[in-house]
């Protein structure tokens, strides 16, 4: 190994030692969301086990059945006994495939954004660094999905959040996932 090898190893080491992890406010980075293969924000979050007892997220306002080009409030919500700062990000994929399924938009955009996948195009909905504040209570982000305009299957809305302690690191911080399906239009006969 060669010496500045060695020395960028072991500041890297040193980083992690110190709790140092890249810290997302603002954008956290896409395609982190459980769903699909994809990880959860377990990548840069350190804390107890996925999903560790004290709290929960969950999808609501996904509907039964989606109807073409329909529009939905889709509610995440972020319980945590300790609840000090929090963050999210969602997407809706076709199942089976995993592809971009509707639009998704902001229904707050102070506290709500959307960013595409650079790689994939998938859009994303997160956090702003606004959202990730706690008044008291669980967190709660409204996205509106426009269902799409043809058919294309189920639908997959999977989700990750973060239950943080504002502690200003990524240590200590609880990451919890959903998963919400809603079904592809019935033929009309």
Same mark, same amino acid.
């Given at each position: 190994?060669?010496?500045? *090898?060695? !020395?960028?190893?072991?500041?890297?080491?040193?980083?992690?030692?110190?709790?140092?992890?890249?810290?997302?406010?603002?954008?956290?980075?896409?395609?982190?969301?459980? @769903?699909?293969?994809?990880?959860?924000?377990?990548?840069?979050?350190? @804390?107890?086990?996925? =999903?560790?007892?004290?709290?929960?997220?969950?999808?609501?306002?996904?509907? %039964?059945?989606?109807?073409?080009? %329909?529009?939905?409030?889709?509610?995440?919500?972020?319980?945590?006994?300790?609840?000090?700062?929090?963050?999210?990000?969602?997407?809706? *994929?076709?199942?089976?495939?995993?592809?971009?399924?509707?639009?998704?938009?902001?229904?707050?955009?102070?506290?709500?954004?959307?960013?595409?996948?650079?790689?994939?195009? !998938?859009?994303?909905?997160?956090?702003?660094?606004?959202?990730?504040?706690?008044?008291? @209570?669980?967190?709660?982000?409204?996205?509106?999905?426009?269902?799409?305009?043809? *058919?294309?299957?189920?639908?997959?809305?999977?989700?990750?959040?973060?239950?943080?302690?504002?502690? =200003?690191?990524?240590?200590?911080?609880?990451?919890?996932?959903?998963?919400?399906?809603?079904?592809?239009?019935?033929?009309?006969?």
């Amino acid at each position: 190994m060669t010496e500045g *090898r060695a !020395i960028a190893l072991c500041s890297f080491f040193l980083f992690l030692s110190l709790g140092a992890l890249p810290r997302h406010p603002d954008y956290p980075p896409t395609a982190h969301t459980g @769903g699909f293969g994809e990880p959860t924000c377990r990548q840069c979050h350190v @804390g107890d086990s996925l =999903n560790a007892p004290g709290g929960s997220v969950r999808i609501s306002g996904v509907p %039964a059945n989606w109807r073409p080009g %329909a529009a939905y409030p889709v509610v995440v919500t972020l319980r945590h006994d300790s609840l000090a700062r929090a963050g999210f990000e969602l997407a809706a *994929r076709f199942r089976p495939g995993g592809r971009a399924a509707g639009i998704l938009i902001p229904y707050d955009t102070l506290l709500t954004t959307i960013t595409p996948d650079s790689i994939s195009g !998938i859009p994303y909905a997160h956090h702003t660094r606004r959202g990730t504040r706690i008044e008291g @209570g669980p967190a709660r982000w409204t996205i509106l999905w426009t269902a799409p305009l043809g *058919r294309g299957g189920d639908v997959e809305f999977d989700v990750a959040a973060v239950a943080a302690n504002d502690d =200003n690191s990524n240590l200590g911080d609880l990451v919890y996932t959903a998963t919400a399906t809603a079904r592809a239009p019935r033929s009309r006969r």
